[in-house]
T-cell receptor
Framework: SQQGEEDPQALSIQEGENATMNCSYK?????LQWYRQNSGRGLVHLIL?????REKHSGRLRVTLDTSKKSSSLLITASRAADTASYFC??????????????FGKGTLLTVNP | GAGVSQSPSNKVTEKGKDVELRCDPI?????LYWYRQSLGQGLEFLIY????????KSGLPSDRFSAERTGGSVSTLTIQRTQQEDSAVYLC????????????FGPGTRLTVT
């Protein structure tokens, strides 16, 4: 079953706008990761946030994690056409489980219009 | 340096035939993972290798699926007696070791069973 579920399923914005995607999960985690996928092929790791962290930044990316609500958000600021891709959150199995076995949500398809 | 490579990039096969999918991980990465991505199921974990051993095969969908890894490097995923429901993109990923959570993905093999 899917651990992470992203919403919205699809998001269309204009270049320069900010894009926010959300992820909810069901069980405890050690880490949550966000990945990007272009054209239905390989995934690229964007950022990892640990369960004891609340916010993390990397360039134009900002990730938040609320373990009490079992949710995370990914904010992309000043979006560019090249940010058009599918974005997935991935969670591990938490304490007592594996950190390597990732469960992915079904993704948010982001379209940035020039 | 070189990333994860997979071959073939596309494979069309007839129902009932066997197929072999190959993954070359990043040099020095001891952990290797196979995932399957299909329209209905999203991204599913299949199997994890640490070195040449597969301590976690829990995601393999049936006994028609097997995988091996030799020399702590190249891995082959074999699907016997392919069925139409096996049609999907098969993604391979590697990480330096299982304690390094960021996974590097290959471009995938798109398998179509006719």
């Amino acid at each position: 079953s899917q651990q992470g579920e992203e919403d919205p399923q699809a998001l269309s914005i204009q270049e320069g706008e900010n894009a926010t995607m959300n992820c909810s999960y069901k069980t405890s985690i050690n880490n949550l990761q966000w990945y990007r996928q272009n054209s239905g092929r390989g995934l690229v790791h964007l950022i990892l946030i640990r369960s004891n962290e609340r916010e993390k930044h990397s360039g134009r990316l900002r990730v938040t994690l609320d373990t009490s609500k079992k949710s995370s958000s990914l904010l992309i600021t000043a979006s560019r056409a090249a940010d058009t891709a599918s974005y997935f959150c991935a969670t591990d199995e938490g304490s007592g489980g594996s950190n390597y076995k990732l469960t992915f949500g079904k993704g948010t398809l982001l379209t940035v219009n020039p | 340096g070189a990333g994860v490579s997979q071959s073939p990039s596309n494979k069309v096969t007839e129902k009932g035939k066997d197929v072999e999918l190959r993954c070359d991980p990043i040099s020095g990465h001891t952990a290797l993972y196979w995932y399957r991505q299909s329209l209905g199921q999203g991204l599913e974990f299949l199997i994890y290798f640490q070195g040449n051993s597969a301590p976690d095969k829990s995601g393999l969908p049936s006994d028609r699926f097997s995988a091996e890894r030799t020399g702590g490097s190249v891995s082959t995923l074999t699907i016997q007696r392919t069925q139409q429901e096996d049609s999907a993109v098969y993604l391979c990923a590697s990480s330096l070791n299982p304690s390094i959570y960021e996974q590097y993905f290959g471009p995938g093999t798109r398998l179509t069973v006719t």
